[in-house]
């Protein structure tokens, strides 16, 4: 290894020593703080270097010198420190390993990831702590749930289709139902930590970026369960808007030189979605206050999921038939189709064909325009039959003013 990147290496592990020696240090640890830190993760570091000119066993050495110290604190405490728990002490071993980590492996960005993530746990430690401790046993099984379908069922399924067009695959179907139970786990979450409006509106925002319809099938169910939470209006609809901005995103990555010509028409209606959701939200500011936490409802909405996972399935295979049978003479009927549930597979194929020149621009950004107006149809009509009070008049006011704007732009502009 150059010298140069010896240095970088090593400064980067002074650094994330100093990080956590600081947070341990405002924690005013007994054991270590912010100059033992930087020490044991160059010790780690050092120790590691010594082995690559062929001194074996030194990180192995360094790590037993550095328990043997710790159990001699440990030793030391007195009954009042003892029932502090193990973390400083987790902690300097955990950053020893990232200094030897930082000497020899590759995966520099990795490693410097998981410091930060380090020093992120050390200082949400009384926040951690609180949310545990407030949650029932019904979130905690909502938690566990979320557990069992995402990291066990998951990985197991098989990653291919078996139909003649090759759309149903069980794994991604499976992730709908991993992408709804994940939103409203985390959105439940949110709105019982902060207050029911601004944890409501953040998990519009946030989820928008992954899966707007997962986020309105989600919210729905609370304005059912919760009527008097009006704040999922605005979100539902924000959730629409921040969509749009995702969909931006994918054009600029996979095509930047059609990204020019989309913009303009995109950006019109993210707008027209933007002053709806600020609209929507001046409309309930004055009306809705915060209440209890939200109770009586499933936190992980599991059923809801797989209904929905089941019906994304039946719209995929439906698309896929209409592209069987129509063809290109078909592209507004596919795009009609599939932009029910998905609007990101139309838009990534669309901008190949604009791409291949196989379609004009102009019919290209009309054809993602038509699968975004028929996604917001769709969540219109989940609104409808799901939402309740008046969160659901509202959103199903502004889809509809929304999608009829939408629906003249696509004709005459």
């Not at 270590?32 to 990180?59: Q, S």
Request: proline share 3%; aromatic share 8%; with cysteine.
């Amino acid at each position: 290894m150059a010298a140069d990147e010896i240095i970088f290496r090593g400064a980067l592990t002074l650094a994330l020593g100093l990080i956590i020696g600081f947070q341990r240090e405002k924690k005013e640890s007994s054991l270590a703080g912010i100059r033992t830190f930087p020490l044991f993760a160059l010790t780690g570091f050092f120790c590691a270097l010594l082995e690559t000119v062929n001194i074996p066993f030194a990180v192995v050495a360094g790590l037993l010198s550095l328990a043997a110290i710790i159990s001699m604190m440990i030793l030391k405490r007195s009954p009042e420190e003892s029932s502090g728990g193990l973390t400083t002490e987790i902690s300097a071993i955990f950053i020893y390993l990232l200094g030897a980590a930082l000497a020899v492996l590759p995966q520099v960005e990795l490693i410097v990831v998981a410091g930060g993530i380090c020093a992120l746990l050390l200082h949400l430690k009384e926040r951690m702590h609180g949310m545990v401790k407030g949650m029932n046993w019904s979130e905690v099984h909502a938690v566990m749930q979320f557990v069992l379908i995402a990291f066990v069922i998951l990985p197991l399924l098989p990653d291919e289709a078996y139909d003649n067009f090759q759309v149903l695959n069980i794994r991604k179907i499976w992730l709908m139902v991993v992408l709804i139970t994940g939103i409203s786990v985390v959105s439940f979450s949110v709105r019982k930590m902060k207050s029911s409006q601004s944890g409501t509106l953040w998990t519009g925002v946030l989820g928008g970026l992954i899966s707007s319809t997962a986020v309105t099938m989600t919210l729905s169910r609370v304005s059912a369960l919760q009527p008097k939470t009006l704040s999922v209006a605005p979100a539902i609809i924000i959730a629409t808007a921040v969509a749009f901005i995702r969909v931006l995103t994918e054009i600029l990555i996979v095509s930047p030189r059609i990204f020019s010509a989309v913009i303009l028409p995109l950006s019109a209606m993210f707008l027209i979605m933007l002053i709806s959701s600020t609209i929507a939200y001046y409309q309930i500011k004055k009306e809705e206050v915060d209440g209890p936490p939200p109770g009586g409802q499933e936190p992980s909405q599991l059923k809801a999921a797989i209904v929905f996972a089941i019906l994304f399935a039946g719209i995929l295979y439906l698309s896929a038939w209409a592209k069987s049978e129509f063809g290109e003479r078909g592209l507004y009927a596919v795009s009609l189709i599939s932009g029910l549930i998905d609007v990101d597979a139309i838009t990534l194929s669309t901008t190949q064909l604009i791409s291949h020149k196989s379609i004009s621009t102009d019919v290209g950004w009309r054809l993602i325009l038509v699968a975004f107006l028929s996604n917001m149809v769709f969540k219109t009509a989940i609104v409808g039959f799901i939402a309740n009070g008046r969160a659901r008049k509202i959103v199903i006011i502004h889809f509809l003013a929304s999608t009829l704007a939408g629906t003249l732009f696509v004709l005459f502009a």
